[in-house]
């Protein structure tokens, strides 16, 4: 296998800034044609679409994932990790790519209709940012690429526990990518902030929720040094630094999609993580790492619904 230390060549893209951004802009220029073209077929009930989507993650997204998976999943698992339970896992992660794209259907394009009650039909664990708020210093919800994420900050807002919410976004390097991200996240009335400092100041000043997803691979020169599965990987600290200054509290939150219903979800809250005001670098790191062991926990209960096809340990 793969070293993860190894050095990598830097692709094209990262080499070249202007073609990157051309690129980004075709990319999104693309999502759009590719979001207007199927919108017909929203016609069909919710348990049509979704099982069509179930076959399409399993011909199209299945074969392009399943070797990235596998490396993820023999990286951290080794000997315990075996070629069946592999299969299951990636084939369950793809048909959950499909149903992503669907969720984000009926919460942006289609939310006129969208009622959260309908989606997110149970909690669990509700009391801990209702007892985090009473505090007055505002929420970081933070979540990994589980289920569909987008839902979360949603749910703060529609079911009445803020007013105030939004995203810690990262940005693309095309600005027409930045700016369909942050319009479809209003149709649903939630703010992207990408370097606005100044305004997640403000929503948590208000007693807000922001979100933030911090299970991706940071930059060498932006990351703390952490392990996640036991495994060595880089991860952002954003949401432990402004915690600190401001006195907000961490709650980590998941959206477990339903089995037979999968447009409907179970929200679990875990256990809020408080952070000393003005944290040195040492406890910023621990507290990361703290971040990172509650999202290892919930993944481990639940393998296939994160994203295992992203490169966390630098395996490629």
């Known amino acids: 296998m793969q070293s993860p230390t190894k050095k990598h060549k830097r692709s094209f893209n990262s080499r070249h800034p202007k073609f990157r951004q051309v690129s980004y802009f075709l990319l999104g220029l693309g999502i759009v044609i590719g979001i207007l073209i199927p919108l017909p077929l929203f016609i069909f009930p919710k348990r049509i679409l979704y099982f069509l989507g179930r076959k399409i993650g399993l011909l199209f997204v299945y074969p392009a994932i399943r070797k990235k998976i596998r490396l993820n999943l023999y990286y951290v698992y080794g000997d315990k990790m075996t070629e069946k339970r592999v299969a299951a896992i990636a084939k369950k992660v793809a048909a959950n790519n499909i149903y992503f794209i669907l969720d984000c259907y009926y919460l942006w394009l289609l939310h006129f209709s969208f009622n959260i009650n309908k989606t997110i039909v149970n909690s669990i664990n509700r009391f801990i940012p209702e007892n985090s708020l009473k505090n007055g210093k505002g929420v970081f919800g933070v979540t990994a690429h589980y289920g569909c994420f987008e839902i979360i900050p949603v749910y703060f807002l529609d079911t009445g526990l803020v007013d105030v919410g939004g995203v810690i976004a990262r940005s693309f390097p095309s600005p027409f990518l930045n700016w369909l991200n942050r319009k479809v996240r209003l149709i649903a009335g939630i703010p992207s902030f990408y370097d606005q400092a100044k305004d997640?100041?403000?929503?948590?000043?208000?007693?807000?929720?922001?979100?933030?997803?911090?299970?991706?691979?940071?930059?060498?020169?932006?990351?703390?040094?952490?392990?996640?599965?036991?495994?060595?990987?880089?991860?952002?600290?954003?949401?432990?630094?402004?915690?600190?200054?401001?006195?907000?509290?961490?709650?980590?939150?998941?959206?477990?999609?339903?089995?037979?219903?999968?447009?409907?979800?179970?929200?679990?809250?875990?256990?809020?993580?408080?952070?000393?005001?003005?944290?040195?670098?040492?406890?910023?790191?621990?507290?990361?790492?703290?971040?990172?062991?509650?999202?290892e926990h919930h993944i481990r209960r639940f393998p296939s619904g994160w994203f295992w096809f992203n490169n966390k340990w630098k395996l490629w």
């Open 200 to 295: 997640i100041f403000k929503a948590l000043k208000s007693n807000g929720v922001l979100g933030f997803l911090p299970d991706l691979r940071a930059k060498k020169r932006l990351g703390v040094e952490s392990t996640f599965f036991g495994k060595p990987t880089l991860t952002l600290p954003v949401h432990v630094r402004l915690a600190s200054q401001l006195g907000s509290e961490i709650i980590p939150v998941f959206l477990n999609r339903h089995k037979r219903k999968p447009w409907e979800f179970t929200i679990i809250f875990y256990s809020a993580i408080a952070v000393q005001k003005k944290a040195d670098a040492e406890t910023i790191k621990l507290k990361v790492q703290e971040v990172n062991d509650v999202l």
